[in-house]
């Protein structure tokens, strides 16, 4: 991963990309194994800038220990615990301390497979940073954003030469 580190500061320089632009998450389990090295890796990656993205938190893995030696920018809370937060109080007391741990900590928070508008109302109440799920969009493909943003990708284009 130390070479992943080192390969992605070479391409952001010789395409002229400020690592500011670029954002990786990793899932929670990945980040626990080796996690000395993995400090080391995700050390190396904020010096360029990059954002960090721990996903799937509060699913198995977490280590507040580790989480708060961890250079992340951002906590997505896992869709599991995301489906019962307004039926199962439960989950919502997780999801509470989850929120305001990350908010203590500066860390933008981000709400993981929200499929209702309660769902959606509950995280809007605790001023989660970004909410994500079929309640908004479903998942769609590229070539369907370019549409969306009135861009035709370049591959699709029908203009005939003169």
Not at 2 to 17: D, F, M, Y
Not at 57 to 86: A, E, H, M, Q, W
Not at 112 to 137: L, M, N, P, W, Y
């Amino acid at each position: 991963m130390r070479r992943a580190a080192e390969a992605l500061g070479r391409i952001l320089s010789e395409e002229g990309v400020e690592g500011r632009w670029i954002e990786l998450e990793f899932t929670e389990g990945a980040l626990m194994h080796d996690t000395e090295r993995n400090l080391r890796v995700l050390s190396a990656l904020k010096r360029l800038g990059v954002g960090i993205t721990l996903d799937d938190f509060g699913v198995g893995y977490s280590n507040l220990n580790v989480l708060r030696r961890l250079p992340v920018d951002t906590l997505k809370i896992d869709r599991s615990l995301v489906t019962d937060v307004t039926r199962n109080e439960d989950d919502a007391v997780i999801v509470d301390a989850i929120i305001s741990m990350a908010q203590s900590m500066n860390l933008k928070v981000v709400a993981e497979g929200v499929e209702t508008a309660d769902q959606a109302g509950f995280f809007k109440a605790r001023a989660c940073a970004e909410i994500q799920g079929h309640f908004f969009s479903k998942a769609i493909g590229a070539m369907e954003v370019a549409a969306m943003l009135g861009h035709a990708p370049a591959a699709a284009s029908t203009s005939s030469p003169a």
